[in-house]
């Protein structure tokens, strides 16, 4: 037998201690062996998905880090006042001031303190039948830390998505692997794949949510005005106050000795509750501005009518 006759396939196959039958087997096996396709790059040049809607934007809790209102303005008209429960207390304090003056000699002075008087008044309720206008001027309000809860958007309705320009890069499909059973594939390369197009029926997303929270650099509104409405009625807690009128002194002056008492009243206010009534109340924001907003989102429900995708490009298809 020639070399060449040798050579050949049956007689190669005839000359292995294996038989024939095992041979065929680790054939198949080896064709289940799991294989992925690689793609570099996919790109849609546009398309529109019809019918876009969401059942669902869950928001949570938003967590803002600062609330800042600038020149603003706020008036309180035509509102009557009622003080429940008011007692006073009226605080007397003495001081002696003394001086003397002996000419070349010296001159010496000083202020003594001779303690305090109260005086109690229980007032019982007090009421303001018209407090007139109140204005408000605000330079600036900073509200540091604020946290909102966020009602979730229901039934958002987005009409139609147009896309454009759709890329996805380095592509493995399945992630996992694909099996093939009962056919042997070797290498495959395809340099490009073009479809003028394609169309889907419908599409359904039970549900989409990023991993993180959104975060949102901030918004402002300017020139904010707030038109007057009417207050039936608000009623506050407990507060107290207190003033300090200026002093008042009486005294003697003999030459060489100066005294003089000096009295400084002080009323102490303390009220149970307030109730303003028939207000008009109205302000004139001239910014607001909403700074660090963070917040997790998430969407359910998410479906969509017919999709229809032009020029879809596929490079490098490698299985």
Do not use: C, Y
Not at 43 to 61: F, I, M, P, R, Y
Not at 196 to 217: H, K, Q, Y
């Amino acid at each position: 037998m020639s070399l060449k006759e040798r050579l050949s396939p049956d007689n190669l196959m005839e000359s292995l201690p294996i038989s024939r039958d095992l041979l065929t087997r680790l054939g198949l096996l080896g064709a289940q062996v799991t294989r992925k396709i690689a793609i570099d790059q996919v790109s849609v040049d546009n398309g529109t998905l019809h019918n876009l809607k969401v059942e669902k934007v869950a928001l949570g809790s938003a967590s803002i880090g600062s609330l800042k209102v600038e020149n603003g303005s706020a008036s309180v008209n035509n509102a009557n006042a009622v003080l429940n429960q008011v007692r006073s207390i009226v605080e007397l304090g003495f001081h002696l001031d003394w001086q003397i003056d002996l000419g070349w000699i010296g001159s010496w002075d000083g202020s003594e303190d001779m303690g305090s008087l109260d005086i109690p008044v229980d007032l019982g309720t007090i009421t303001v039948p018209d407090l007139g206008d109140i204005d408000l001027q605000i330079p600036s309000i900073d509200i540091p830390g604020l946290v909102a809860q966020m009602k979730p958007i229901d039934q958002l309705d987005l009409g139609n998505l147009d896309l454009s320009g759709v890329r996805l890069d380095k592509l493995s499909l399945p992630s996992a692997g694909l099996s093939i059973t009962g056919m042997g594939v070797g290498d495959l390369t395809l340099s490009s794949v073009t479809v003028p197009s394609a169309d889907g029926e419908a599409m359904r997303v039970n549900r989409a949510a990023p991993t993180g929270t959104l975060n949102l650099p901030g918004a402002s509104l300017e020139n904010v005005a707030i038109p007057a409405i009417n207050m039936p009625a608000a009623t506050s807690g407990s507060f107290s106050a207190d003033a300090t009128a200026s002093d008042k002194s009486l005294g003697i002056d003999i030459g060489l000795l100066k005294v003089s008492i000096r009295v400084t009243p002080t009323v102490h206010l303390d009220v149970g509750s307030m109730t303003l009534s028939d207000a008009q109340l109205a302000a004139d924001l001239g910014k607001v501005s909403l700074d660090d907003i963070s917040l997790p989102v998430s969407l359910e429900g998410i479906s969509g009518g017919e999709l229809g995708l032009n020029s879809i490009s596929v490079n490098k298809l490698t299985f």
